[in-house]
């Protein structure tokens, strides 16, 4: 499956994938692993994941949902929620609305979190 696929039909994500994945283009060597759930960007670990909300609730806040793994806690306003899954790693949830939220603080925290990754 590509990563196009698992977004047909919901413009929003698609369109924020699209966002996504011009900024993985300059993180170096990224594969994109895609599952009937989500994308995945990786290196020698993932660092993103891109994830569509309605698939598991009724009524969903976001179409789409962006999850960079960081080393540290980062106290934005923006993450919906931050999980702290192990010791070294905080799972950062965003939704988005809109592919012009993937700006420029988006793109530092995945330069940050892909190079965590290599």
Do not use: N
Request: glycine share 4%; hydrophobic share 45%.
């Amino acid at each position: 499956m590509r990563p196009e696929d698992l977004f047909a039909g919901h413009p929003v994500a698609s369109a924020v994938l699209r966002a996504v994945l011009d900024l993985a283009d300059g993180l170096g060597d990224v594969e994109t692993r895609t599952s009937r759930s989500q994308v995945a960007l990786r290196h020698r670990r993932g660092f993103a994941h891109l994830w569509r909300p309605g698939q598991y609730l009724a009524r969903p806040a976001a179409e789409i949902v962006l999850s960079v793994v960081l080393d540290r806690h980062d106290d934005s306003t923006r993450w919906k929620e931050v999980a702290h899954p192990a010791p070294t790693s905080w799972m950062h949830h965003l939704e988005v609305a809109d592919a012009a939220e993937i700006d420029d603080e988006v793109a530092r925290w995945l330069r940050e979190a892909a190079d965590l990754a290599c």
